[in-house]
């Protein structure tokens, strides 16, 4: 010890270095006794885990004096690993290739997958949900092909061999390390029964730092991985620590710790071992109630084990407790008792279990995978403690999180065949996966109650139970598909009978669970939702291992498998129908969609005859047991009928939802198809007669099929009649013509599946790969022949590529069917079968008829389409004797002659299903018919209706009379006297004889009866002739019955040409001679005119018996006498048909009304393009001038002007913008960086610059100067739009109130004053009140005056001077502050106050006019940046300028500019300089040449009185001009060289003196450029910059082309401006006069414009005083600028007015580039990798959706961006979605993704994992919506967002 203890105190890499080297003596005792004694010491598992004392020792020991950094990277290069290996955890981003799989479980991470070549695979990715690891390098699991590049060279091979001295220190420390890590563990467990709190995640988290070094250790490679291995598995290693020394008191109680906790860790507990003995006796006592034996005690297979018993009393909802007996044929006592550990691994995984699955240990546990040693031993370790595992689970209170873990191993484990298949034989893994499923199921059965109640021996899963509700056997089951995926482990489980047994007893539990029971009186209570979970049980648990095992009965070889499933199956439903006591009849009101056995059964006898050429009938059992088989699938079959003729309604919605389920596509190939396909078997083996008879009795439709008019139906009410009546006769033609396992091709079907979707709907590609049923295996994501899917899919589909509606509304790609398929292909049966919801088949005949009108072929309402079918399978030839069977026969003569006689309760469906049926007859004639075609001998017919079989034969048989039961009261009985005469008598006394009678009932028995006789004594027993019995009486029936004999004189040849007249509504319908004249081609699309005349068709050519039949029929030219009933009828249908068109001619008129009101409203009223339609709706100026306008009030409906008092206003959409800030110089958009070099720079943009300048004046000038010589609202500016819409402001304010009180929830805040106009629903937020018209002296007002200029100016400068006069108190001013102050409140105070004082008025001034400013630019960018399209655009409908324009005016009316600092007097007048007197402390004002033109426009507008004269306004534009253009000059010649403005400096000058110098850019130019050079710094900053830039020389045209290019902007804005405040029209021009068509448009050109060449921006210069003298008083202001720098003063006399159009950003065209970057990237704010990242589109910033990390204020980054960015407007992509979510103020939306896959489709969420590229329509249209601020309009679906996001 003392030697330990001086260790320690010395210096830690030293004494490692020093240990290292006694260690590598040849004599290393001492060092060996050193190290342990000092191991003793540091890894002393007294002390507390958190004190990493212990793992630095450990760190340094096994670097052995190095550092541990060095260490780590000295291993790396010895690593000869050939596998990834990466472990995942859930959540992380990984790809599937299914080209390169060979298991359907393989994946790669990003880097593999990227690195390997997979173009053109189909590949996916994907977001793990359960956890995996990189399977790349793994031959076994994925091809070589797609390896990875690092892992496709065999590096291991090259790789030195390691020194043995460098992991000689961990060979000794690591053991001893990892005991000290399972004694912690140890210690820390408690059982989860015990009273003292639990936290097992405490311990783990202490424990965090020494598993995280585990895992450390595990990634430097395969040599350390070696050494762990080794460690690991060492049991001489385990044997020497694992107890403790003797003398260690500690260690001996962790160790008994231990043992404690592993005493019940088998399946069996120990004390439930002692009392095995007495539990057999019990057994035997209680007979047969509680206990179930399966399958005897022992199995043929083992010797008498010692039978283990199970106390299982878990509050069962059965009565008596129950000892479920576990059947003790297992092979390997080990599943069942408790576990012994031999190593290290063994003790880790078994605590790994009992803490539930850790993240770190299984992460640790995985990592080690790539050794391979490891990889057999740890598998077969998890093998030993599955049964534990099992128990764990059901104990576990976090069953998901634990599920996934285990998957998250397991997967890794059986998905490797070779793997598998050692373990299988090596560990009995089948055996104990059954075992153990059993077991698990085991503990929550309940007795069942389907047939005989009572006595039922049968016991279920309760589906109620949470080990089914929670899906907890998932990972059990999902490990046993995955290793029956392998052929060897399958063939193994198939071979092996005892377990077969096992394996079929496990599927009897799911045999019949679910039951329903019909409610007859109450509705059901409560609806228990369980039925969701019996659905997943059965295809998880039962089918998709059946599917897992028929993948490998597909050939020949394997038939033995195939028989002994077969027959396994048959004992099993033998043993359920003993249990249940079924003899014959199935419980009425009961069904239970859950058949396990007979699915398993009826898919094993599909393939065997399909793939295997076995014959059918050496697999099937007698006749007594198939009548047993089929009773079940039928009555689900009858049942569904049920259900949806609402006789189930008082079981709940639930009942629907299961019959839904029961087709849906996932579960329809597991559930109805083989119940199907069972009952095509039955039916083609059992006697025909009998089956049809079982049919129409389970759908309880027996009572109908009377020729009487009347009947009692004892079992229905009158309204399920019919529907009843439709559900039997279509199942029976879905069973005589459904082919899909009676011989089609997998390509067939596949097509079959395909069509029938595809015509139900337009699909898109991933809905239609949904709702194709897969095949096999689910989980394999294989499709069946998936290489066919695209093909097929381009055969029988054209592709819709997505388009946009006006309404923004967004298209997915979608797949309609082609033509040719609609005409030959269409198949309404498969559509029948294949529908969730009844409306899917209306939806498909819809379209059907669609076709047909478009293509002209039919265009009445067609019935749906007869197919032909593909030639049956030779084993399933008896299926066509249900067609040739007399019970059908006399069936369906009965529906035609009731149909015929109008009976109650039939329709066109019963007339349509009855024709399918003979048509199938006709179609399929049963081969061995001997019989000839001459007429039949009239004796054979006395008794029976129908001479033989054949169909053929039996059409044109006549029945003469008929003998019916009815009610007394049925108008069929007869009133008569008997008869009199005895010839009368005799006549009567033969149609007696000659009547038939007919009893499904009594046929049923009779059949089943000569069954039963036939299998139980073949010989004896003779069969009785059928005659005698053809007249029995139902027993019991009602006294008031009555029989009468009916006179029928009918067949069913002549009733179908009766019913052919009935239906064309025309006597004699068919000549004689039409058959001769047919046309057959157009037979295959029409009504039940054409399907009748297709029978007939086909049957003449059949037999030319029938053909004279018909002719003869036909051609008795006297109509045929109509019963009694009919003549009324007739009248009756002649009335109605003249009522049915009145109707429609009223309903057409009507709809033409509303067409053309909807047409007007639409004009009006929405953004429809119609220049011409100017609507009074456009309150455009041009109305004021007659009279007063007048306002419809959209609420009240009265129509009158605005007054004072009664103010009406327009409906309006205030919201702040930043779009105009966001534009940038350049046309194009910006890039998206995608990778570390890229970056955004803002300091371009529009906002940005207007701020710098604002700041730069401020800096230097005078405040309120400054305030008047820019615009803000560049960012933040305040938008107005309106839907065009007014009312009274009185009115709204009721309307506000009566939302406020409505409790509906909307997508908008009242409070917030945010309500829809309450005519066109949109969203608005004020109303702004429209000022009462002027009368007419409007007119005159603006008649221009010939008057000079300088009056003009004069008469400006008097009207500035008026000063504002406060409007009168009225209802109307109160209105218009109401909206400055709702104005005000649109944006945030940031963007209001860029004053020094903020509130002073200077600010408010300015903010009021920046309004207007914003209005007339957003405008100028709506309609493309320029005047050039003139006329009305959409933007201009929402434009309310006109409006806004005077509420601003009368708010700016209150300040008035003081008249010393005025710029009208600098603009017009040459004032002497005056001294500054002592002002010298106060700033300056901006000068001229310094401020922003359009502002001044706007101000002076805005502050002279209202209305304006034109005249002023143009004389204001005028003035402006100059000084505009006088800018443009001053900017221009800052960008010339020295030289060249000397030379254009002397070349005006000589122009000074001539008469037009004033007009001259040449002698204005010289003019500016000399008065500026007098200040020496106005030209000297830029020397140095421009010398490199101006190798372009300056030509006169460019010169006039820049001119006209920086003049633009203000003449657009302004002639906006005259546009609303005038209405004078904006003409249209092409880009190039734009300057011309814009001067002539404000009058600075006279009106003729010249050619547009020569117009000349000088041309339209008009001064007020001398030019040149003004022009010096400007550029003296910026001379005076003494402290200013050069630069600076040169940056603002170069202001360049000319933005692009607003752009989003630009983004890469494939979605993955984006996804790569931006989803592992560090957010900025948080450094942390964002859950939810998402990006700006407008800026780029990268920000944390939802992250708490970045909340200021309570308000998410999202929200608060969208704030600094777009003034409360954010477009944001979500990166892991693939979505595009806009946020406007307190709401937002999700707006869809403007990435497509290669089928056109979304992909939110990324579930599909596809590749996505940029589809630029759409963000077109996002961007588009975005400039054009209509996000409000188009999105519908807007939510609150509470500042979460």
């Given at each position: 010890m003392m030697a330990a203890s001086l260790l320690l105190r010395r210096d830690k890499k030293a004494t490692a270095a020093h240990l290292k080297a006694d260690l590598n003596r040849t004599d290393n005792t001492s060092g060996v006794r050193q190290l342990q004694e000092l191991l003793d010491v540091v890894l002393n598992p007294e002390k507390p885990a958190a004190d990493t004392d212990a793992l630095d020792w450990c760190k340094c020991l096994i670097a052995g004096g190095d550092g541990f950094e060095d260490f780590c990277k000295t291993v790396r290069s010895y690593d000869n690993a050939t596998l990834c290996g990466l472990v995942w955890t859930a959540n992380f981003v990984a790809y599937r290739c299914r080209t390169c799989g060979i298991s359907p479980c393989m994946s790669l991470c990003a880097e593999c997958f990227n690195n390997g070549d997979h173009t053109g695979h189909d590949f996916n990715m994907f977001r793990s949900q359960a956890g995996g690891a990189c399977d790349c390098g793994d031959g076994n699991v994925m091809r070589e092909t797609g390896f990875c590049r690092r892992h496709r060279l065999r590096t291991g091979e090259n790789v030195p061999s390691i020194p043995r001295d460098l992991l000689l220190m961990s060979e000794m420390v690591l053991p001893r390390f990892i005991l000290c890590i399972i004694q912690y563990l140890r210690d820390g467990y408690i059982e989860p029964d015990t009273s003292t709190e639990r936290d097992l995640q405490k311990v783990l988290q202490q424990l965090e730092p020494q598993i995280s070094f585990l895992e450390e250790l595990t990634k430097m490679g395969g040599a350390m991985r070696t050494v762990l291995t080794k460690i690991l598995t060492n049991q001489q290693t385990f044997k020497e620590l694992s107890m403790g020394q003797e003398e260690n008191l500690y260690a001996k109680k962790n160790y008994e710790k231990y043992l404690s906790a592993l005493k019940n860790s088998g399946l069996v507990s120990v004390e439930d071992k002692a009392q095995g003995a007495a539990a057999d006796v019990t057994v035997g006592a209680e007979g047969g109630a509680g206990a179930m034996v399966l399958l005897g005690t022992t199995a043929p297979g083992s010797p008498d084990e010692s039978s283990k018993e199970e106390d299982q009393d878990a509050g069962q909802s059965v009565g008596q407790r129950k000892r479920v007996k576990l059947s003790s044929s297992t092979k390997d006592p080990c599943i069942i008792e408790s576990l012994k550990h031999k190593c290290f691994l063994e003790e880790l995984l078994f605590w790994t279990i009992k803490y539930e699955f850790p993240q770190k240990m299984v992460t640790f546990l995985l990592n080690m995978l790539p050794d391979q040693d490891y990889k057999i031993t740890f598998t077969k370790t998890f093998v030993q403690h599955y049964a534990f595992i099992m128990k764990t689970l059901m104990k576990s209170h976090e069953s998901d999180t634990m599920s996934n873990r285990i998957v998250h191993i397991s997967v890794q484990l059986f998905s490797n065949e070779e793997l598998a298949r050692h373990v299988t034989e090596e560990c009995q893994l089948l055996d104990i996966m059954v075992t153990v499923l059993l077991y698990m199921m085991e503990s929550c059965l309940i007795k069942s109650e389907l047939q005989d109640e009572e006595n039922s021996r049968h016991v279920v899963v309760n589906c109620s139970e949470a080990l089914l509700k929670n899906n907890t056997y998932w990972p059990l089951v999902s490990d046993f598909i995955n290793i029956l995926s392998h052929q060897s482990v399958a063939k193994k489980f198939l071979e092996d009978h005892s377990l077969l047994m096992l394996w079929m007893s496990f599927v009897s539990f799911f045999q019949g669970m679910n039951l329903n029971k019909r409610e007859l009186n109450e509705h059901v209570e409560f609806e228990s939702q369980t039925y969701y979970a019996a659905f997943a049980a059965e295809l998880e648990a039962c089918a998709q291992p059946m599917w897992g095992l028929l993948t490998h009965c597909k050939v020949k070889e394997t038939q033995e498998y195939t028989k002994t499933v077969v027959r396994y199956c048959l004992e099993t439903l033998q043993i359920w129908f003993d249990a249940i006591g079924f003899i014959d009849e199935p419980a009425p009101n009961q069904v239970t969609f859950h058949l396990p056995l007979h699915r398993y059964y009826a898919m094993f006898l599909s393939k065997a005859v399909k793939c295997q050429g076995l014959d059918l009938d050496s697999l099937l059992p007698d006749q007594e047991m198939l009548m047993k088989i089929m009773v079940h699938p039928?009555?689900?079959?009858?049942?569904?009928?049920?259900?949806?003729?609402?006789?189930?309604?008082?079981?709940?919605?639930?009942?629907?939802?299961?019959?839904?389920?029961?087709?849906?596509?996932?579960?329809?190939?597991?559930?109805?198809?083989?119940?199907?396909?069972?009952?095509?078997?039955?039916?083609?083996?059992?006697?025909?007669?009998?089956?049809?008879s079982s049919v129409f009795e389970r759908f309880k439709v027996v009572d109908l099929l009377t020729m009487a008019s009347q009947h009692q139906n004892a079992v229905l009410d009158s309204e399920q009649e019919r529907p009843m009546l439709e559900g039997a006769l279509t199942f029976l033609v879905i069973l005589t013509s459904l082919r899909i396992h009676l011989g089609m091709t997998d390509d067939e079907i596949l097509r079959a599946e395909m069509v029938s979707q595809l015509c139900m709907n337009d699909r898109t590609h991933s809905a239609l790969l949904d709702l194709i049923p897969e095949n096999p295996n689910p989980k394999s994501g294989i499709v069946p022949g998936s290489c066919s899917f695209e093909e097929m899919l381009s055969a029988v589909a054209d592709f819709k590529a997505p388009v946009f509606e006006p309404g923004g509304s967004m298209q997915q790609g979608m797949y309609t069917p082609k033509a040719e398929v609609w005409e030959k292909e269409f198949d309404p049966i498969m559509v029948v079968l294949r529908t969730v919801y009844r409306r899917d088949v209306q939806s498909a005949m819809d379209r059907y008829s669609a076709f047909l009108k478009q293509s002209g072929i039919h265009t009445g309402n067609p019935w749906p389409p007869y197919k032909e079918r593909t030639p049956l399978h030779p084993c399933y030839k008896g299926l066509i004797k249900l067609l040739h069977c007399k019970t059908l026969h006399i069936v369906i003569f009965t529906l035609l002659y009731k149909i015929w006689m109008d009976h109650q309760n039939m329709s066109e469906h019963v007339l349509c299903m009855v024709l399918y049926l003979i048509e199938l007859g006709l179609d399929n004639q049963v081969q061995d018919n001997k019989e000839d075609e001459e007429p039949c001998i009239e004796e054979h017919c006395h008794d029976s209706w129908f001479p033989g079989t054949n169909l053929l034969s039996n059409l044109h048989h006549v029945i003469n009379f008929v003998r019916v039961r009815v009610p007394e009261t049925a108008p069929e009985v007869k009133r008569e006297a008997p008869p009199s005469t005895s010839a009368e008598a005799s006549s009567y006394g033969q149609n007696l004889r000659e009547a038939q009678v007919f009893s499904l009932v009594a046929e049923r028995r009779r059949k089943f009866q000569e069954i039963i006789n036939r299998s139980n004594t073949e010989a004896t027993q003779v069969v009785r002739p059928k005659s005698s019995s053809t007249r029995w009486v139902p027993p019991g029936t009602p006294p008031q019955l009555v029989t009468e004999i009916l006179e029928i004189r009918e067949s069913m040849l002549s009733l179908l040409i009766k019913l052919h007249q009935k239906l064309s509504s025309k006597q004699n319908s068919l000549s004689a001679s039409w058959l001769d004249d047919m046309d057959t081609s157009r037979h295959a699309h029409g009504d039940g005119i054409t399907a009748i005349e297709r029978i007939l068709t086909k049957a003449a050519t059949r037999s030319c018996q029938i053909r004279r039949s018909i002719q003869d029929i036909c051609g008795k030219v006297c109509p045929p006498v109509p019963p009694k009933k009919n003549s009324p009828t007739d009248k009756k249908a002649m009335d109605k048909e003249e009522r049915r068109q009145r109707a429609r001619e009223r309903q057409q008129k009507l709809l033409a009304e509303f067409a053309s009101r909807q047409k007007s409203f639409m004009e009006t009223a929405m953004d429809v393009e119609s220049p011409d339609t100017e609507a009074a709706m456009d309150l455009g100026p041009s109305e004021v001038m007659e009279s007063e306008v007048l306002y419809d009030c959209v609420i009240c409906g009265q129509s009158g002007p605005s007054t004072e008092d009664r103010p009406t206003g327009l409906v309006v959409l205030l919201q702040a913008s930043s779009v105009l800030g966001h534009r940038c110089k350049n046309k194009e958009a910006k890039k998206l960086p995608t990778s570390d070099e890229e970056h955004i720079y803002p300091a371009d943009t529009c906002g940005v610059a207007h701020d710098v300048r604002l700041t730069l004046m401020q800096q230097y000038f005078k405040d309120s100067s400054c305030l008047q010589s820019v615009s803000i609202g560049w960012d933040g500016g305040v938008y107005v739009q309106t839907c065009g819409h007014t009312l009274h402001i009185d009115c709204h304010k009721s309307y506000m109130e009566s939302l406020r009180n409505d409790q509906v929830l909307q997508g908008f805040s009242v409070d917030k004053g945010e309500f829809t106009c309450p005519l066109c629903r949109q969203f608005a937020n004020s109303v702004l009140p429209c000022r009462p018209g002027r009368g007419t002296e409007a007119g005159t007002w603006h008649t221009p005056t010939n008057k000079k200029t300088c009056v003009l100016v004069k008469e400006v400068e008097d009207l500035q001077e008026k000063l504002g006069l406060f409007p009168a108190v009225s209802n109307l001013s109160k209105e218009m502050e109401l909206v400055i102050k709702d104005i005000k409140n649109t944006t945030q105070k940031k963007y209001m106050d860029y004053g020094k004082n903020p509130g002073s008025p200077d600010n408010d001034f300015l903010f009021m006019y920046s309004v207007a400013r914003t209005n007339l630019e957003l405008e100028l960018v709506h309609r493309g940046g320029n005047l050039c399209c003139g006329g009305a655009s959409a933007a201009a409908k929402r434009s309310c300028l006109n409006q806004l324009f005077h509420v601003l005016a009368m708010h700016m009316r209150l300040y008035s500019i003081d008249s010393a600092y005025n710029p009208w007097t600098k603009l017009t007048q040459v004032t002497p300089n005056r001294e500054e007197d002592g002002f010298d402390e106060e700033r300056p004002e901006v000068p001229m040449l310094f401020r922003d033109v359009p502002s001044l426009l706007i101000i002076f507008v805005l502050t002279m009185p209202q209305p304006l004269r034109k005249e002023h306004f143009t004389c204001v534009v005028k003035m402006l001009y100059n000084l505009q253009f006088t800018q443009a000059l001053a900017a221009l010649s800052t960008q010339f060289s020295p030289e060249e403005r000397q030379a254009w400096s002397t070349s005006g000058a000589l122009k000074k003196n001539a008469s037009n110098a004033e007009k001259s850019f040449e002698a204005l130019l010289s003019h500016v450029i000399s008065e500026l050079s007098k200040d020496k710094c106005v030209y000297k900053a830029n020397t140095e910059g421009t010398s490199m830039l101006s190798s372009s020389v300056w030509s006169p045209q460019s010169i006039e082309f820049s001119l006209q290019q920086f003049c633009l902007p203000f003449l657009r804005l302004s002639c906006l401006l005259q546009h609303h405040l005038y209405g004078d029209n904006l003409t249209g021009c092409l880009?190039?006069?734009?300057?011309?068509?814009?001067?002539?448009?404000?009058?600075?050109?006279?009106?003729?414009?010249?050619?547009?060449?020569?117009?000349?921006?000088?041309?339209?210069?008009?001064?007020?005083?001398?030019?040149?003298?003004?022009?010096?008083?400007?550029?003296?202001?910026?001379?005076?600028?003494?402290?200013m720098q050069a630069e600076q003063s040169l940056t603002l006399l170069v202001q360049d007015p000319q933005w692009a159009a607003p752009r989003l950003l630009q983004l890469p065209d494939n979605y993955n580039i984006i996804f790569q970057y931006y989803h592992r990237k560090a957010c900025t704010a948080c450094k942390k990798v964002p859950k939810d990242p998402a990006l700006c589109l407008v800026c780029g910033a990268f920000v944390c959706l939802k992250g708490v990390c970045c909340k200021q204020q309570g308000i998410c980054e999202c929200v608060l961006h969208s704030q600094h960015c777009g003034a409360a407007t954010g477009i944001f992509l979500l990166i892991n979605a693939s979505v595009i979510i806009i946020i406007r103020g307190h709401r937002f939306c999700l707006w869809g993704s403007v990435y497509l896959d290669a089928h056109g489709e979304e992909d939110r969420d990324l579930r599909r994992g596809k590749?996505?590229?940029?589809?630029?329509?759409?963000?077109?249209?996002l961007e588009q919506q975005w400039v054009s601020h209509t996000f409000d309009h188009i999105n519908k679906r807007w939510g609150p967002h509470y500042n979460g996001l």
């Open positions: 039928l009555q689900i079959q009858a049942c569904l009928s049920e259900i949806h003729s609402n006789m189930w309604v008082r079981n709940g919605l639930q009942i629907k939802g299961q019959a839904m389920t029961y087709v849906q596509s996932h579960f329809c190939n597991s559930m109805i198809d083989p119940d199907i396909y069972l009952l095509q078997v039955c039916a083609s083996r059992l006697d025909p007669d009998y089956f049809i880009e190039e006069e734009e300057f011309s068509s814009l001067a002539v448009c404000l009058g600075l050109l006279p009106s003729a414009p010249q050619a547009s060449n020569n117009v000349h921006s000088a041309s339209c210069l008009e001064w007020a005083v001398s030019a040149f003298e003004l022009m010096t008083q400007w550029c003296a202001e910026v001379k005076g600028l003494s402290q590749p996505l590229f940029l589809c630029e329509e759409r963000y077109r249209v």
